[in-house]
């Protein structure tokens, strides 16, 4: 301090704590001893001048001395060493204990900012999991530093913490089994699940996708209840997850999944698979033959003894010539005959009662057995050769071809007179199949798969005739139950096939010209040659950037493309089979360009200009008057050159012509400001008449 009369000396006053001292004849302020930032980090003082009678003639004036901290304390934690406990299966990432270190540098500054770390864990053994029946303690050291840990020079403090892996209890229970139909009272306690601390939270949740309403509840104390009897013929089995969530609905863990299948009881009735179950039977067949079975089901779960099923025969109606003509199996429901009484003049139809039973219920179901003739006829086919029948290969699956016909002389409708129609020759890959008409016994020959000329143009088929019933002993099938028919298959010219039902292609729109796009193959199915051309329609675009080659389907392209006049090109091609039919397909080339910079900046409108900033007065820029600059009130052509920032660079000159107004200074670069220009940005254009 600089001492000027009246003042003979200084004096010091204030908070000085014998460390802050000045000379009071030349007024130099100094420290005689250390400064510390966490005992006082500042000192108010006044300065006082004096006289040579010591009375005060100038101030007093304030002094603050501001402290400023150097980083010469370490951290330290609160603890000498930590003891936390964590449980087995604990969620990755949630917090289950912390530390806490201090530093008693100035906090506001990174002397003070810590940063912790695992330095090391024993035993060093990583394990994915943790289990506390393999490992339940380890030790973990953590280092604090100062500096927030980025500097090399920064203080650092380790401490031991010793961690014990406890047995989680969050863990899914034992799978619940619920009789169905329960007429327990509801809600009904079925099971519980328990987090490891008592303050959690529990949420219940579908498990599966798409999600459904799920009976069942879970309260705060983990009790899982069932909210209304359960049907397994409606759902046999739900799983679903339960959250334990802390006090901000936050999930402490993973979810844990609880299983509940409902268990089966009989509450289901047998059931009949037709109201009335009609069999035949030959006067004359063998005792213990099989008529046929008797089919019924069970709702219970299947494979149990709720869903078994057993079969008796209540009652046979007539009983003549007497009783018990029939018997059936008792697991299978299969109904034989168990006497060679059957006389069609007695009787010629039988009816049963069978009884179906589970272990809890009984249905009755009908069964009518009709007596027929002995099967002793034949099937005849009108024709041994029926010839041949032309069809196009075109024709579509399940058209009918040709008629066959075939007459037996048993029983009308009945199996004895019944006539199947088999191919048993010249088809091998089954491509047509046969229908019988049950009134005419007409067999409708139909196609069953795909003809192909070029595959298989002839068909030489044996057809033979049968009866669902067998034959009486000593008669059997001859040649005059087969015939024979031959199927030409004609030749229908069919258009190429793409080997593709479009092509995608990308390309640069600064490719070449001559550059090779793409290549269209197809085929024809009957070999012929196939020819290529490019077609396009009114709705295509009409500029011809690509050709094609005629006989080898390579595309080129053919002019400049350009993106921004079209981003996506589609032209049809037509392949076209060189049989002298000339069938055609068509398929589309789809070419999408991808930009290059190509085309040069230009103004999208030459009567207004924009300047930054836009609000009046905050613009550095200093207008000057054509009279200042001594330039006429006449019509100027001002060039004005632009670019972008395209690789490579494009850039286009544009010239501005009117009068000009005024000119600006402006900055090129802000780091530069001596740099200025001079640019003409006030015009009036002389054409129309407009200021831009």
């Not at 010219?493 to 080997?499: K, T, Y």
């Not at 796009?517 to 009114?538: C, M, N, S, W």
């Not at 080659?549 to 080129?556: E, K, R």
Request: proline letters at 7%.
């Amino acid at each position: 301090f600089t001492l000027k009369p009246p003042t003979y000396s200084v004096h010091l006053i204030g908070e000085t704590d014998h460390l802050i001292e000045i000379t009071p004849k030349d007024g130099i302020l100094f420290v005689n001893g250390l400064l510390d930032w966490e005992n006082k980090s500042q000192y108010r003082l006044q300065l006082e001048g004096l006289d040579q009678y010591d009375k005060r003639v100038q101030g007093p004036y304030s002094i603050i001395i501001n402290v400023v901290d150097i980083n010469d304390n370490v951290p330290e934690f609160n603890e000498s060493a930590y003891f936390g406990e964590v449980r087995q299966h604990s969620r990755p990432g949630k917090p289950f204990m912390y530390v806490t270190a201090f530093d008693l540098d100035d906090p506001s500054t990174l002397h003070s900012k810590l940063s912790y770390s695992i330095l090391q864990q024993f035993p060093s053994t990583r394990t994915k999991y943790l289990d506390p029946t393999v490992r339940n303690r380890f030790v973990l050291v953590v280092t604090a530093k100062d500096m927030a840990g980025q500097s090399i020079n920064c203080f650092a403090t380790n401490v031991d913490v010793k961690i014990t892996v406890l047995e989680n209890l969050w863990k899914a229970p034992p799978e619940v089994l619920l009789l169905e139909n329960s007429t327990m009272p509801h809600p009904m306690n079925i099971t519980h699940v328990q987090w490891n601390d008592p303050y959690a939270t529990y949420e219940i949740q579908p498990k599966e996708k798409p999600s459904i309403e799920l009976p069942f509840t879970v309260d705060q104390n983990g009790t899982v209840y069932v909210t209304k009897p359960l049907d397994r013929e409606e759902k046999d089995h739900y799983a679903f997850y339960i959250f334990a969530n802390d006090e901000e609905g936050d999930s402490l863990a993973y979810p844990v999944i609880v299983s509940v299948h409902v268990v089966d009881i009989n509450d289901n009735p047998p059931v009949c698979d037709k109201v009335l179950t009609k069999f035949e039977v030959q006067e004359n067949e063998d005792v213990g033959n099989l008529i046929g079975t008797v089919l019924a089901s069970d709702n219970d779960k299947k494979g149990s003894l709720n869903s078994r099923l057993q079969f008796s025969l209540l009652n046979q109606n007539p009983k003549i010539p007497q009783d018990n003509l029939f018997r059936i199996e008792l697991g299978t429901g299969s109904v034989h005959l168990f006497k060679s009484e059957l006389n069609r003049q007695v009787a010629k139809t039988y009816s049963l009662e069978v009884n179906v039973t589970d272990s809890v219920f009984s249905t009755i179901c009908d069964v009518q057995i009709q007596v027929i003739d002995i099967n002793d006829k034949i099937p005849i086919f009108e024709k041994s050769d029926y010839g041949p029948v032309i069809v196009a290969e075109d024709q579509n699956k399940g058209s009918l071809i040709f008629n066959i016909q075939a007459t037996d002389d048993d029983e009308p409708f009945t199996g004895s007179s019944q006539i199947i129609y088999t191919i048993t020759k010249g088809d091998p890959n089954n491509s047509f199949t046969i229908l019988t008409d049950p009134e005419t016994n007409i067999g409708s020959i139909i196609i069953n798969k795909d003809l192909d000329f070029e595959t298989n143009s002839v068909y030489n088929l044996t057809i033979n005739a049968t009866n669902p019933e067998p034959l009486v002993d000593g008669i059997k099938y001859n040649s005059s139950s087969s015939t024979f028919l031959r199927v030409l298959v004609t030749n229908v010219e069919e258009p190429p096939v793409f080997l593709h039902p479009n092509y995608i292609v990308t390309l640069y729109e600064n490719a070449t010209i001559g550059t090779h796009v793409t290549t269209i193959k197809a085929f024809d199915p009957e070999g012929y040659p196939v020819r290529y051309l490019l077609k396009k329609t009114h709705k295509k675009p009409t500029e011809n950037w690509l050709e094609i080659d005629p006989v080898n389907g390579h595309i080129y392209t053919a002019a400049p493309l350009d993106f921004e006049l079209h981003k996506t090109y589609i032209v049809d091609i037509v392949a076209t089979e060189q049989s002298g039919a000339f069938k055609s397909s068509v398929t589309q080339l789809i070419l999408h360009l991808l930009d290059v910079n190509d085309s040069p900046p230009h103004l999208v409108r030459k009567d207004v200009f924009f300047c930054h900033p836009l609000e009046r007065g905050k613009s550095k820029h200093a207008y000057i008057t054509p009279r200042n600059l001594k330039l006429e009130e006449k019509v100027y052509e001002v060039p004005l050159k632009i670019s972008d920032n395209g690789r490579p660079p494009m850039e286009a000159v544009v010239n501005l012509k009117g009068i000009i107004l005024g000119l600006v200074f402006f900055h090129l670069d802000r780091k530069k400001k001596n740099e200025q220009n001079i640019t003409p940005i006030a015009i009036r254009s002389s054409e129309l008449d407009t200021l831009t």
